[in-house]
């Protein structure tokens, strides 16, 4: 039977969910190969069992990119800007990471400063010629990079000119030069990638597009002759940052599109799944092997934004689905700084050598470790024991680490646990508390291999009541790419002031941005009818950002302002009715309203059940003889309170005291937490 496929590659495991027409549900999961990713997404798949003639679509989340930045091992760039500019990358902005560290220095930018070129030209603000580009000012530019290629070899060039993203004439003139003097060598150009204003901001965003663009092109091609290879004629997608679909054969063309791909799939499915447990309102907590990622969705929406950074004062200003990510998951390493204090994290264990207790060589404590100590997971029923854990090696990885503190081993863990607990309640009072968004008013949905084990003691942190646990909750983000819909969306400077501009003058720019995005949306073959969402990105004057109003044709730009009135006082507690607004942005959003089958996520009851009490620490000198159940074995209705937990073959729930547990119609476990008297 057909089925519509979603494949997650993280930094521990890379997970499969396959949908077919009739709404079953099939699962697999593969340790991650990051040094060979094409190895785990086959794997993956053959694990599924899935015959590859069946398989209707493909769509991948993948890290691939986002950790070719971090570990800065993309492409060798070349950054071309207009004569006098070269050093943009480079100084940046004034703000610094650390005001009073005299040791801090910026970071690096993703091009050396001796590949940074100037082209004589120039277009001003309005878009009008100043300086023309001539045949001479192209013929120092070859020369330019010749002497650079006889050094060292390049891979890409990024072109970003003055006001390009207003008139693009002598960047596409660049470009096409580029293109046929250099045929060998990849070209960005900043007025496709990114046209918006912050000449910094386009800069930064086009870098990291020239820096994955080989990269990601050699891997799209691997996978497609992959596909070919094995007989799969469906289509295959990547997952985009902001929660849509591109096609494999249109990926290079925009490669810094996918780079959050990894990110947004979990955001998608917690949508999703809080949802159907009839919640509009929740934070999405994706716990997985190496870091953990936190979402939001507000009245059933996920919430977007174009202020990403790859690290502090590196931006990426492309659409992408809002998320915080930390380093806090399974595998983040327990260490003792300088003065003395114990910390968890970012570093990772991740998938080789992996946490002391996995047996693979790795040594250093790990919050896995903390947990399997404190009796929370099973050593023989991680990932349905197909692998095995060593307590004894998790013992003593914290032994050694609670003799460096002079604590017990049971304190240890704890310790660990609620530091990594403590991490990511900030990342969520960073994320709703520090906007003016009361966490007190949405669920926890609490997914990926470790995300359940944490969700409650987070729930208790912040204030807040309940916690979905989905079905499959260590393949939430594949389920997400498998049910993700198409999105292609637009950004363009607008720069105007609120008293200059008319509904009929943003019409006429909203037209054209419109008609590229639909364009482009069936060019990746759309299903059905699409949904299109205006918006308008807006600020008091002179206030340094702004906010993205949705522009509704039929209110006007009056609208518009009341409602940026209302965000502004949600976020600040106060709004200004009399000030001048500036218009910054313009962004058109348009994507499929996709139709999905119902979909069965009944967990098939395991063989063996377990349900024999297990000694499990509640706090480091509280251990308590908790039932076991196997997830398959709880009915839709059943209801219980804890102590207890709950295992699967993709993650474990851990139900401290106080806490009801019951299954919904739809397999969720919810968690709530019991008032007391």
């Known amino acids: 039977m057909p089925s519509v496929i979603g494949i997650d590659t993280g930094g521990t495991f890379t997970d ?88 801090w220095l910026k970071p690096q930018p993703l091009v050396k400063r001796r590949n940074c070129l100037g082209v004589t030209e120039r277009i001003n603000a309005q878009g009008a010629i100043v300086v023309p580009l001539t045949a001479a000012a192209l013929a120092d530019l070859k020369t330019k990079i010749e002497v650079r290629l006889r050094n060292e070899a390049v891979e890409a060039i990024a072109v970003c000119l003055l006001f390009s993203y207003i008139n693009p004439a002598h960047e596409l003139e660049v470009g096409r030069f580029l293109l046929e003097t250099f045929p060998d060598i990849e070209v960005s150009l900043s007025h496709r990638v990114a046209p918006i204003w912050r000449e910094y901001e386009r800069s930064s965003t086009l870098l990291a597009d020239a820096f994955i663009k080989p990269l990601i092109q050699n891997y799209c091609h691997d996978i497609a002759s992959a596909l070919e290879t094995n007989g799969v004629s469906g289509p295959c997608s990547f997952l985009k940052s902001d929660g849509g679909t591109t096609l494999l054969a249109n990926a290079p063309e925009r490669p810094v599109d996918i780079l959050l791909s990894g990110l947004a799939g979990g955001i998608v499915g917690g949508k999703y799944f809080a949802q159907m447990a009839g919640f509009q309102n929740a934070i999405t907590l994706d716990m997985g092997g190496t870091s953990c990622d936190v979402g939001l969705v507000i009245d059933g929406e996920q919430q977007f934004t174009t202020a990403f950074e790859i690290e502090w004062g590196l931006p990426v200003a492309i659409p992408i689905i809002e998320v915080r990510t930390l380093g806090a998951g399974g595998g983040s390493i327990a260490w003792i700084d300088k003065g003395g204090m114990l910390n968890v994290g970012p570093q990772s264990a991740g998938a080789v050598p992996g946490p002391a207790c996995y047996g693979t060589g790795g040594t250093q404590p790990t919050v896995t470790d903390a947990n399997l100590v404190l009796g929370r997971l099973n050593p023989e029923f991680f990932l349905g024991g197909e692998l095995p854990l060593y307590p004894t090696l998790a013992e003593e990885a914290i032994e050694k680490l609670a003799t460096q503190i002079g604590v017990s081993p049971q304190e240890a863990a704890m310790a660990i646990v609620e530091i990594a607990d403590e991490n990511m309640t900030n990342a969520i009072r960073l994320l709703t508390i520090e906007r003016g968004i009361d966490p007190r008013d949405f669920v926890l949905v609490a997914f990926g291999g470790a995300g359940p084990l944490h969700a409650l003691a987070i729930v208790k942190k912040l204030g807040m009541q309940t916690v979905v646990v989905p079905p499959h909750p260590g393949l939430c983000s594949a389920f997400g790419a498998a049910i993700s819909e198409l999105r292609v969306e637009k950004v363009h400077t607008f720069a105007a002031r609120d008293l200059d501009v008319t509904d009929s003058d943003l019409r006429e720019r909203f037209s054209p941005m419109r008609q590229e995005a639909r364009e482009e949306i069936d060019r990746e073959g759309m299903r059905g009818e699409p949904r299109e969402t205006l918006f308008i990105s807006m600020r008091y004057y002179q206030q340094n950002y702004e906010q993205d109003i949705e522009y509704r044709p039929e209110e006007g730009l009056t609208g518009a302002i009341s409602r940026f009135h209302e965000r502004h006082h949600q976020f600040y507690g106060y709004h200004f009715e009399d000030e001048t607004i500036e218009l910054v942005h313009l962004k058109v959003s348009i994507s499929e309203a996709a139709h999905h089958p119902k979909i069965n996520l009944a967990i098939a009851t395991e063989n063996v059940q377990h349900n024999d009490p297990r000694l499990v620490y509640e706090s480091a000198t509280d251990a308590v003889r908790m039932s076991v159940y196997r997830r398959g074995s709880l009915s839709v209705g059943s209801r219980f309170s804890g102590p207890a937990v709950i295992e699967e073959v993709d993650s474990t729930t851990f139900v401290p005291s106080g806490v009801e547990l019951h299954v919904d119609e739809n397999y969720n476990i919810i968690l709530t937490l019991i008032e007391e008297d």
């Open 16 to 103: 499969l969910i396959a949908i077919s027409a009739d709404g079953s549900v099939r699962v697999a999961k593969h340790p991650s190969t990051p040094d060979a990713p094409m190895r785990a997404f086959l794997g993956v798949l053959e694990k599924s069992e899935i015959p590859f003639a069946e398989i209707e679509r493909i769509v991948h989340g993948t890290t691939v990119a986002t950790n070719a930045i971090l570990q800065r091992t993309g492409a060798n760039v070349m950054y071309v800007t207009t004569a006098g500019f070269e050093d943009i990358p480079f100084i940046q902005r004034i703000n610094r990471k650390k005001a009073y560290d005299l040791h």
